[in-house]
């Protein structure tokens, strides 16, 4: 039986990074050795100032790091040194080439898969932890048997990753389920014991679920399809609320307690972001179109569809509001981060929103709790500025401090990112009020309640919305 006792992860992001320090904070055992290309983010990884912010992350790094616990750019001796090989590269949505369209970008994957074949000089198991395109493992499995000989031989796994930024600790340390998937040979079902063997150091036995690769593979696009697809339905159900009178929370609260539906992900918002669910969803559609199944493709880019039609709503509510023209009107928008306790801002609604309100000549004044102003120059730069981000937004945005220097003088506040510290027994909204141009206006949904807005401090609001994923 194989014992994993050298763990190498290839790639330190969100993913690898959290991942792997908890299964080195569960595994005392097992040395545990993260790199990546960054030399930047390792460095990060090797300060007390870690590259991204997730609660309870400090602690478990603290913890392990130089004991079983390492960050190094030295991809190819962590390789050569380990028996199992985590690869939690970056996949993005492909923008341009001739197999562009909708496709994930796996370059990376490909990359960090023949590095793995090239070093190494023993049997690996190889663990696809990056979310892929059903089917994926194939191609990494022909790579690596490329170079495989007598003497060394390649077990390939998938063990996608379920947790959510902002609670990754907590879904790491105590998850709904892990998957892992392996081919159904002598081999493939050893590897797969190996890994759950891992695991069980802490997660209970019958949350660990064994299936075939393809099966792993999908389950994870298919997980997160379903989780946007119920964001979409709520989100759709908000436009039709808004137009009778209907209230979308005391539909999703009635919807809710429907026990085969569940309470879950039924909040309406302005809109699902972050790194995953638009990337997974449009990796389905591909693979439906590829698959030659165009009404499956149909289907599932619908919840895209209706999340860019959301956010274009939310923006046309507001400038509605503003009596059709924002030209010159300062608009405070608080929070950035694609939703609360993460500095992620990647496919952020904040982003799209603050776009919309520049293209019409309003002055935007941003405050974040988490999210680095350098970050949000780049993020609201015109595509391929590289240099000169800051200089170009500058004259447009304004980057605040806090709340309540951002809401100074403005017309309208918008929260666009759940962060407690702007839920009404946190923010004044009363000293909000206060400071802004009247009539002044407010647009949120579920951290403040309106009444009590509308009490304290008179301001107005249109339907309100906030992304909750
Ligand atoms: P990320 O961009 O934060 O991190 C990926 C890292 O891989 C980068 O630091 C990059 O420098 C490094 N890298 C790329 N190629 C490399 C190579 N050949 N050698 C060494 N390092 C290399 O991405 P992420 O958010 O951690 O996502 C990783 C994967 O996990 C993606 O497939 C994503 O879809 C999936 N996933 C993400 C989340 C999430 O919440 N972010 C959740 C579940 C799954």
Known sequence: ??????????????????????????????????????????????????????????????????????????????????????????????????????????????SATRRIAE????SKIVVEKSTVPCRTAQSMRTILEANSTPE?????????????????????LNPDRVLIGALQTESGIEAQNALVDVYTHWVPKDRVITTNLWSSELSKLAANAMLAQRISSINALSAICEATGADVD?????????????????KA????????????????????????LPEVADYWQQVVTMNEYQKKRFVRNIISTLFNTITNKKIAVLGFAFKKDTGDTRESAAITLIKDFMQENARVA?????????????????????????????????????AYEAADGADAVVIVTEWD????????????????NKPAFLYTKDTVTMDRIQQTSGAKSTQPTIPTT
């Open 366 to 402: 941003i405050y974040d709790p988490k999210v680095e102003p350098q970050q949000i120059y780049m993020d609201l730069a015109e595509p391929g500025v590289l240099v000169g981000a800051q200089e170009q937004v500058e004259k447009k945005v304004q980057i605040c401090q806090s």
């Open 269 to 292: 918002s302005v809109g699902f972001g972050g790194s995953c669910f638009q990337k997974d969803i449009l990796n389905l559609v591909y693979l439906s179109q590829q698959l030659n």
């Open 421 to 436: 510290e702007f839920r009404d027994d946190q923010l004044d909204y009363a000293k909000i009020y206060a400071g802004m």
């Open 250 to 266: 005391e539909v999703a609260f009635a919807c809710g307690k429907d026990t085969r539906l569940g309470s879950k992900f039924l």
């Open 1 to 110: 039986m194989t014992v994993v006792k050298n763990i190498c992860c290839i790639g330190a992001g969100y993913v690898g990074g959290p991942t792997c320090a908890v299964l080195a904070y569960k595994c005392p055992d097992i040395k545990v050795t993260i790199v990546d290309l960054s030399e930047a983010r390792i460095a990060a990884w090797n300060s007390d100032n870690l590259p991204i912010y997730e609660p309870g992350l400090d602690q478990v790094v603290f913890e392990c790091r130089g004991k079983n616990l390492f960050f190094s750019t030295n991809v190819d001796a962590a390789i050569q040194e380990a028996d199992l090989i985590f690869v939690s590269v970056n996949t993005p949505t492909k923008k341009t080439g001739m197999g562009a369209g909708m496709a994930a970008d796996l370059a990376y994957v490909e």
């Open 152 to 172: 060394i031989h390649f077990d390939i796994l998938s063990n996608p990753e379920f947790l959510a930024e902002g609670t990754a600790i907590k879904d790491l």
């Open 119 to 122: 070093v190494a000089k023993s």
